[in-house]
T-cell receptor, first 113, second 113 residues
Framework: GESVGLHLPTLSVQEGDNSIINCAYSNSASDYFIWYKQESGKGPQFIIDIRSNMDKRQGQRVTVLLNKTVKHLSLQIAATQPGDSAVYFCAENLGDSWGKLQFGAGTQVVVTP | ETGVTQSPTHLIKTRGQQVTLRCSSQSGHNTVSWYQQALGQGPQFIFQYYREEENGRGNFPPRFSGLQFPNYSSELNVNALELDDSALYLC????????????FGPGTRLTVL
């Protein structure tokens, strides 16, 4: 079936550098995408979202890029900090109402000093 | 603070038993979604409750059932537990008709022996 997936399972980043996390999706009908951060022992935490009528959205230190042509989503984290170490998931909204999400497998981000 | 709470935090059951997990949604949220997250994987959508009725279901068998109460809190029930049901069960609340941003609780870790 159609799914959301990630290219890299683990990303090691030096503190202060920028991080880029990638995600491929296959459902061309998807119109809403979200990035979540999950720290150990906690539930996923909303980072940023983007709708299919946009190709870029910026938040505080984060930017999400959407390329509908190649069905690719990315999350950029500027000046990565130790507190950014976590698993990052992309997700797409399923169905005809909000709150039904399909998650990818996740990328572990490890920030090194 | 997301405001979504779940209980219990940890639970150990044996195969064949039944379990009930509980979730209190964030204040003002009327929709609750449940997810199953196996170790090392992304959350998988189980079902969603809105106005005390099931409002969409993922690829889970009927032995996974739920309830939503007038105060919007929710229960997830799993009958005839199997070893593969061992996972982190996440509850997320949102407000229908507004932003689809969901707030996740910390989850219940279920271990089936």
């Amino acid at each position: 079936g159609e799914s959301v997936g990630l290219h890299l399972p683990t990303l090691s980043v030096q503190e202060g550098d920028n991080s880029i996390i990638n995600c491929a999706y296959s459902n061309s009908a998807s119109d809403y995408f979200i990035w979540y951060k999950q720290e150990s022992g906690k539930g996923p935490q909303f980072i940023i979202d983007i709708r299919s009528n946009m190709d870029k959205r910026q938040g505080q230190r984060v930017t999400v890029l959407l390329n509908k042509t190649v069905k690719h989503l990315s999350l950029q984290i500027a000046a990565t900090q130790p507190g950014d170490s976590a698993v990052y998931f992309c997700a797409e909204n399923l169905g005809d109402s909000w709150g039904k999400l399909q998650f990818g497998a996740g990328t572990q981000v490890v920030v090194t000093p | 603070e997301t405001g979504v709470t779940q209980s219990p935090t940890h639970l150990i059951k044996t195969r064949g038993q039944q379990v009930t997990l509980r979730c209190s949604s964030q204040s003002g949220h009327n929709t609750v979604s449940w997810y199953q997250q196996a170790l090392g994987q992304g959350p998988q959508f189980i079902f969603q409750y809105y106005r005390e009725e099931e409002n969409g279901r993922g690829n889970f068998p009927p032995r996974f059932s739920g309830l939503q109460f007038p105060n919007y809190s929710s229960e997830l029930n799993v009958n005839a537990l199997e070893l593969d049901d061992s996972a982190l069960y996440l509850c997320a609340s949102s407000q229908a008709g507004t932003s689809s941003e969901q707030f996740f609780g910390p989850g219940t870790r279920l271990t089936v022996l």
